[in-house]
């Protein structure tokens, strides 16, 4: 679903589309994006076979929660 924000960009207020995400249940989230992608790549890194895959996708999952939960997302 989207939504419309106003912001003031110093000259003019104006409205912009926004993205809303729903966060995915069972995964976390961090306090901000930085975090989240460090974890993500940490997970990712150490995952050395095929059968790991769903570490992959975990931790895809937090960074997607971290979006969701922390962040109001507009479109370009």
């Known amino acids: 679903m989207d939504n419309i ?3 003031n960009d110093m000259t ?6 926004c993205e809303d ?3 995915t249940p069972m995964f976390a989230d961090r306090e901000n ?3 989240a992608f460090d974890y993500a790549t940490n997970v990712i ?3 050395v076979s095929a059968e790991m895959t769903i570490y992959g ?3 895809l999952a ?3 929660n971290t979006l969701a ?3 109001t997302l507009i479109k370009k």
Do not use: G, Q
């Not at 003019?12 to 589309?17: G, L």
């Open 5 to 7: 924000i106003n912001t």
């Open 12 to 17: 003019k207020d104006k409205k912009v589309m």
């Open 21 to 23: 995400l729903k966060p």
């Open 33 to 35: 994006i930085k975090e």
């Open 45 to 47: 890194e150490r995952s």
């Open 57 to 59: 996708t975990t931790a």
């Open 62 to 64: 937090v960074i997607w």
């Open 69 to 71: 939960n922390k962040y």
